[in-house]
């Protein structure tokens, strides 16, 4: 079986959890018309990245909303979700949280970004999480880092070493920075040897633009999806053969000499 994704690239209303929420599952029933295994949306799509005021009154307050709603829709449409990450409330404090359901509806993860993009003070109003993250997903092992997550190597290949076969990296990234977006997550397919699923959002903040440019690449660092700047639906399949053929041809793994680095 090669699972097909489809890369949910959203735009999200400013501060405006309800309607995103409703938003977003309009995107996801689009979708469904193409029979996807899993779907995948941007980062903190119930707020927008990020609203500093009020903050908490708009976090999904435990995460209830986002658990109920895509733990039913995975169960009524035996569908795989990402559910991108939201701004939770948690024991009175925010984090930046996603939510992985399985095609029967059970919630089989939940990661919250590690790194706040400081120069934006995300670690002012969001705390960071302390815990990687690895799930099994439509058969196959599975990592999850979120946006700014993406710049720390070391995250990812610890991911790696667990041995995952696909990254999912939600987003909110500025489209300004897009050449890093799109490189960043080129390297990290190909370093790793792993499928990377990177779902950015399309929104406007501010004078921030957010870039989309969301991505499925291979493990050889090809380009099975590049979306466009606007919100849109693609799709595209993971053959995990190819992480297998790349691994054996090109053994970094086994030929990684730990003893010698200094992190």
Same mark, same amino acid.
């Not at 090669?2 to 599952?25: C, G």
């Given at each position: 079986?090669?699972?097909?994704?489809?890369?949910?690239?959203?735009?999200?209303?400013?501060?405006?959890?309800?309607?995103?929420?409703?938003?977003?599952?309009?995107?996801?029933?689009?979708?469904?018309?193409?029979?996807?295994?899993? #779907?995948?949306?941007?980062?903190?799509?119930?707020?927008?990245?990020?609203?500093?005021?009020?903050?908490?009154?708009?976090?999904?307050?435990?995460?209830?909303?986002?658990?109920?709603?895509?733990?039913?829709?995975?169960?009524?449409?035996?569908?795989?979700?990402?559910? %991108?990450?939201?701004?939770?409330?948690?024991?009175?404090?925010?984090?930046?949280?996603?939510?992985?359901?399985?095609?029967?509806?059970?919630?089989?993860?939940?990661?919250?970004?590690?790194? %706040?993009?400081?120069?934006? %003070?995300? *670690?002012?109003?969001?705390?960071?999480?302390?815990?990687?993250?690895?799930?099994?997903?439509?058969?196959?092992?599975?990592?999850?880092?979120?946006?700014?997550?993406?710049?720390?190597?070391?995250?990812?290949?610890?991911?790696?070493?667990?041995?995952?076969? #696909? #990254?999912?990296?939600?987003?909110?990234?500025? #489209?300004?920075?897009?050449?890093?977006?799109?490189?960043?997550?080129?390297?990290?397919?190909?370093?790793?040897?792993?499928?990377?699923?990177?779902?950015?959002?399309?929104?406007?903040?501010?004078?921030?633009?957010?870039?989309?440019?969301?991505?499925?690449?291979?493990?050889?660092?090809?380009?099975?999806? *590049?979306?466009?700047?606007?919100?849109?639906?693609?799709?595209?399949?993971?053959?995990?053969?190819?992480?297998?053929?790349?691994?054996?041809?090109?053994?970094?793994?086994?030929?990684?000499?730990?003893?010698?680095?200094?992190?």
């Amino acid at each position: 079986m090669n699972p097909k994704i489809a890369l949910i690239q959203m735009s999200s209303i400013f501060a405006e959890p309800e309607k995103n929420f409703s938003h977003a599952i309009e995107l996801m029933d689009e979708a469904m018309a193409q029979k996807p295994d899993i #779907l995948v949306l941007p980062e903190t799509f119930n707020t927008g990245f990020f609203p500093t005021d009020n903050l908490e009154e708009l976090a999904d307050k435990e995460g209830q909303t986002t658990k109920k709603l895509f733990s039913e829709y995975a169960k009524k449409h035996s569908v795989n979700i990402v559910a %991108g990450s939201v701004t939770t409330l948690k024991n009175n404090k925010v984090f930046n949280t996603a939510y992985i359901f399985d095609k029967h509806g059970k919630l089989v993860a939940e990661y919250d970004k590690i790194h %706040g993009f400081t120069p934006s %003070g995300e *670690h002012n109003y969001y705390q960071g999480g302390n815990k990687l993250v690895t799930f099994n997903l439509a058969g196959m092992k599975c990592g999850i880092i979120i946006c700014y997550d993406i710049r720390f190597c070391e995250l990812v290949r610890s991911l790696a070493l667990k041995g995952i076969e #696909l #990254l999912f990296i939600p987003a909110h990234w500025p #489209l300004i920075r897009k050449n890093h977006w799109i490189n960043l997550a080129t390297t990290r397919a190909i370093e790793n040897q792993m499928y990377v699923c990177a779902v950015n959002a399309c929104s406007k903040a501010g004078d921030t633009i957010f870039g989309g440019n969301s991505l499925l690449i291979n493990p050889c660092g090809e380009e099975i999806c *590049h979306l466009d700047e606007a919100e849109e639906v693609q799709f595209g399949t993971v053959d995990l053969s190819i992480i297998k053929d790349i691994r054996e041809s090109i053994n970094v793994f086994r030929d990684r000499k730990p003893s010698l680095y200094e992190l």
